[in-house]
Each structure stands twice: as C-alpha cells, then as structure tokens.
C-alpha cells in the first residue's frame, strides 16, 4: 500500500466498516493519509479489531446492528470533515489513493467518485464476486443509464450530499442505494480505476457463491423501490 505522504489538498474522514480484520488493520491504517482521520465501524468483531484499531490511532465507532450498510452509515453519521471517504479495511484497497479521488470531487468533477476494482494477481477478485457484481451492473444501468462497470466500496463524496440522500438500507444494499439515489438527485457518478489486492482474511459477504447472491438479492430489492426526493437534488 502507499505510504502516507503529506496532503496539500482537502482533507477526508475515512469511513472503515470492520468485522474481524485484526490482521489487516496495521496495513491499512498505516497507508490512511497523514492528517486524515479514519474512523473504524466495529461491526462486532472478536478479534480485537476495535482494541487494536484505537491502538493505533483510529477513532473507533461501535455499531451492534449487523450489515455492512449499517456500519458504514455509523460512520458517516460520525464523520465530521466536509468530505468522506470510503474504504474497506481488509487490506485489499489502498487508502492512500483517496487524495486523488477527494480532490476530483472538490474539483468538481464528479459529486460521487467510485473506485473501479483491477484484480492484482489470482485470487484477489474471485469469479462468483465478479459475477454477482456484473449482474448488477446491468441492473443499475436498466435502471438509471449509469454505466458503471463496479460498485466498488471504495468512494469519495461531500458529507452533506450523502447525508441529503437519506440512506436507509442497513444490509449489502447499501453502496448500490447510495449510488441509484445519487442518480436520482442528479449527483455526477463517475468511476475511476483502482488496483485490488487479494484481501486479508475470508470475506463476509462475497466469500461464497451463496453470500454473493445473498448481496445480490439484497441489492435487488434496492433497485425495485420507487426514485425517492432528497435533499441532495442538484
């Protein structure tokens, strides 16, 4: 991962939903930008995730409900920069590209800038995940024209605009919500290529052919509900 360098353009809280990611935890915090601040959403880990997270200089966040979503929207509830950051903390993205992705946002050249994964080595983005996530693809484009070609985790925007989207998905739909009411609300959804290490650890979603479609049955119903007013409309 990218050692942290000084940052001269806007700074970002980084939002890092976590369930048992002691082993890639050092890794990840040691590449969060120097002056940002990450805030670790322990999502009930055993493994001393959240000891070792604070240990290390992250603002922890306890979330008892399970679900990815809700962890992350913990974090965003938390986050106090004008812009946030999205990341997962299993050491298989880099958050020291982030910078780069803040400051095309401050920019303005997207309002909602996702991080298209490119599997680095075997293993590092198994086929049922890619498959899971091409169907969605496909879904969303249906959907809202965007013609996304990930619906990667990693992901910069201003707070104030994903707050106004008033997520309520507390389960693997939630980056998909987050990116159709973005749509919606006539945001900029653009996406840009990152690289994707082999994780840290088994995942908890897309570990499985059977997880992967659990997400994707999650992200369906996502997709089925009516365009919804926000806040966040430009």
């Not at 915090?29 to 120097?34: C, T, Y």
């Not at 749509?183 to 897309?206: C, F, H, I």
Request: hydrophobic share 40%; glycine share 12%; aromatic share 4%.
């Amino acid at each position: 991962m990218t050692a942290p360098s000084d940052t001269y353009g806007p700074r970002a809280d980084i939002v890092l939903p976590c369930l048992n990611e002691a082993g890639a935890l050092p890794g990840v915090l040691a590449a969060v930008p120097r002056g940002w601040r990450a805030i670790v959403v322990d999502n009930g880990s055993t493994d001393g995730s959240a000891e070792l997270a604070r240990s290390l200089g992250a603002t922890v966040v306890r979330e008892p409900r399970r679900g990815f979503g809700a962890a992350c929207q913990a974090g965003l509830l938390a986050a106090e920069a004008e812009f946030v950051c999205f990341c997962d903390c299993d050491g298989s993205l880099d958050p020291g590209l982030l910078p780069g992705f803040v400051s095309r946002v401050a920019d303005g050249e997207s309002d909602l800038l996702l991080g298209r994964r490119r599997p680095q080595g075997r293993g590092s983005w198994p086929l049922h995940a890619r498959a899971g996530n091409a169907v969605l693809s496909r879904m969303l484009r249906r959907r809202t024209g965007l013609r996304l070609r990930d619906l990667g985790p990693m992901r910069a925007a201003r707070r104030a605009d994903l707050l106004a989207l008033d997520l309520t998905d507390r389960r693997s739909g939630y980056p998909l919500q987050m990116v159709v009411r973005a749509t919606d609300a006539g945001l900029r959804v653009t996406e840009t290529d990152v690289p994707y290490l082999a994780r840290t650890g088994k995942s908890k979603v897309t570990g499985t052919w059977r997880g992967t479609w659990q997400a994707v049955r999650d992200m369906r119903a996502v997709l089925a509900e009516p365009p919804v007013r926000t806040g966040a409309t430009r």
